[in-house]
């Protein structure tokens, strides 16, 4: 998986507690993403980073917010996680931005009761 | 709404045979992707083609693009059972400053061994 990972993989929350998922890339790429694939939805756009402590909304920020201190770690948090959150996701990175291929983790499974 | 939507949905075929897959989009593009994604995997990079490109070859896979038509194609040829997957395409938005890719819902292709 490109020299990325994820943490947890997987995890059972419940509503209205915070959640923080990790992303570490050994990589050294500029670019950060955080997507949730949903059935029926396919992949959505959370939130991205295109520097350190510079990052950007993407199609479903509502509910969510990121953090990028360094290079090699996005953070991807549920202030309050609701049962809607429920999803899987994927953290992507990528050298150059948008008009290049984006390289995928392995993706955590979070459940929301 | 999705930039990338997918045709058709699924697509099962015996192995050997070719398989192709559609993709419709709707504003003008910098570029169109392709993306595979093994069943609980995340998504791999298959070939990336610009908009002033027609068509591109990756091994067994060839992709087309039309612009008129805002439309592309993955064919991909002597079908595999390995290659039984879901199959996203992703397109930029033709705009500065624009970091996203937008994927559509896929199409999930069976090769019957």
């Known amino acids: 998986d490109a020299g990325i990972t994820q943490s947890p993989r997987h995890k059972v929350t419940e509503t209205g507690t915070p959640v923080t998922l990790r992303c570490h890339q050994t990589?050294?790429?500029?670019?950060m993403y955080w997507y949730r694939q949903d059935p029926g939805h396919g992949l959505r756009l959370i939130h991205y980073?295109?520097?350190?402590?510079?990052?950007d909304k993407g199609e479903v920020s509502d509910g969510y917010s990121v953090s990028r201190s360094k290079t090699e770690d996005f953070l991807l948090t549920l202030e309050s996680a609701t049962s809607s959150q429920t999803s899987v996701y994927f953290c992507?990175?990528?050298?150059?931005?948008?008009?290049?291929?984006?390289?995928f983790g392995p993706g955590t499974r979070l459940t929301v009761t | 709404s999705q930039q990338g939507e997918e045709d058709p949905q699924a697509l099962s075929i015996q192995e050997g045979e070719n398989a192709t897959m559609n993709c419709s989009y709707k504003?003008?593009?910098?570029?169109l992707q392709w993306y595979r994604q093994n069943s609980g995997r995340g998504l791999v990079h298959l070939i990336l083609?610009?908009?002033?490109?027609r068509e591109k070859h990756s091994g067994r896979l060839r992709v087309t693009l039309d612009t008129s038509k805002k439309s592309s194609s993955l064919l991909i040829t002597a079908s595999r059972a390995a290659d039984t997957a879901s199959y996203f395409c992703?397109?930029?938005?033709?705009?500065?400053?624009?970091?996203?890719?937008?994927f559509g819902k896929g199409t999930k292709l069976s090769v019957i061994p």
């Open positions: 992507a990175i990528s050298p150059s931005g948008v008009s290049y291929e984006q390289y």
């Open positions: 990589e050294n790429h500029r670019y």
């Open positions: 980073s295109y520097g350190v402590k510079d990052t």
């Open positions: 504003t003008s593009i910098n570029n």
């Open positions: 083609i610009r908009s002033n490109e």
């Open positions: 992703a397109t930029d938005a033709n705009g500065a400053g624009s970091y996203q890719l937008t």
